[in-house]
């Protein structure tokens, strides 16, 4: 199959991803709503994590392939039977008209084995979509949340920052990557469809749906994608962030040690931030 093909193929699974802003704010059915520009976001990680975001100046973007959930970026088997259907039998559709230009250059319907040629071309387009798409994840919340502090930190050593979604797009200013933000939303699988109305498939709305089981997430999502990063030892990549215009508060894990929170606190120091980190009284027993 010719290049033009593939590269085509993988330009109409991307339609509606980061064409022209680097940060949407969009209410059309390709990208769901952010959440509120004062709402709170949280981002719990080890300390490990936390130190590098400081002393990199960044945002770890993880690809959606190293994710645990295999669903991640998936389509559910409805869409993917109709969007097959519209892709290889319309001959209205986009990829039909590629196909008239630089498949065979005649018309008419696709034979057997065009459409099996075709299909396991698009098997390897969505999985090289995958591949190429990177995630930075946030927890919307108005307060702490204990399973989170259960998943991220480790034995005591979790560190927590909260944002706001003005804050958030403030401190990406200046990275010259086109990148989305999306509040996540939540659905079965087994009988859901995130396609549009339209019946067309877009990247945002694909990376920013996931299943009914991790609803506890409450996730937000900034996205980007990059081919060129699709190799097999790439997990993700960091990408330049104003670090003292994202950070509103710092909490340490509520099971952490005085020792654990005075490195806490030094490495904030350290890296310049105004922000004293506090240690989460979630545990802490009533006054009596």
């Excluded at 339609?15 to 390709?30: F, K, N, P, Q, V």
């Excluded at 993917?80 to 065979?104: M, S, T």
């Excluded at 877009?202 to 996931?210: A, G, Q, V, Y």
Aim: aromatic share 8%.
């Amino acid at each position: 199959m010719s290049g033009a093909i593939l590269d085509r193929m993988f330009y109409l699974l991307c339609l509606g991803a980061m064409e022209t802003d680097r940060l949407y704010r969009r209410s059309d059915s390709t990208l769901r709503i952010p959440p509120a520009s004062d709402a709170l976001l949280w981002r719990y990680m080890p300390f490990e994590r936390f130190a590098a975001m400081l002393e990199t100046q960044s945002l770890w973007f993880t690809r959606v392939d190293h994710f645990r959930d295999p669903y991640e970026s998936e389509l559910p088997r409805n869409d993917r039977k109709l969007l097959q259907r519209k892709i290889l039998l319309d001959p209205n559709a986009e990829i039909a008209e590629v196909r008239l230009a630089d498949y065979r250059g005649n018309p008419g319907p696709f034979t057997a084995r065009e459409i099996g040629e075709l299909m396991r071309t698009a098997a390897g387009v969505a999985q090289l979509l995958r591949r190429s798409t990177f995630v930075n994840c946030w927890h919307a919340n108005s307060h702490e949340d204990a399973g989170m502090w259960d998943r991220y930190g480790k034995q005591g050593e979790g560190v927590a920052v909260t944002t706001t979604l003005d804050r958030l797009i403030a401190s990406v200013a200046d990275e010259p990557r086109p990148i989305d933000i999306a509040h996540v939303e939540y659905m079965d699988y087994r009988v859901g469809s995130i396609l549009d109305k339209s019946g067309e498939l877009n990247h945002p709305l694909l990376c920013c749906t996931k299943r009914d089981s991790f609803s506890q997430e409450q996730e937000v999502r900034l996205i980007t994608l990059d081919a060129s990063k699709s190799g097999p030892t790439i997990r993700g990549m960091a990408l330049r962030c104003d670090i003292t215009a994202l950070v509103r508060d710092i909490y340490i894990d509520p099971d952490a040690t005085p020792v654990f929170v005075k490195s806490v606190r030094a490495t904030a120091k350290q890296y310049g931030l105004m922000v004293r980190p506090i240690k989460s009284d979630l545990y802490t027993p009533l006054a009596h």
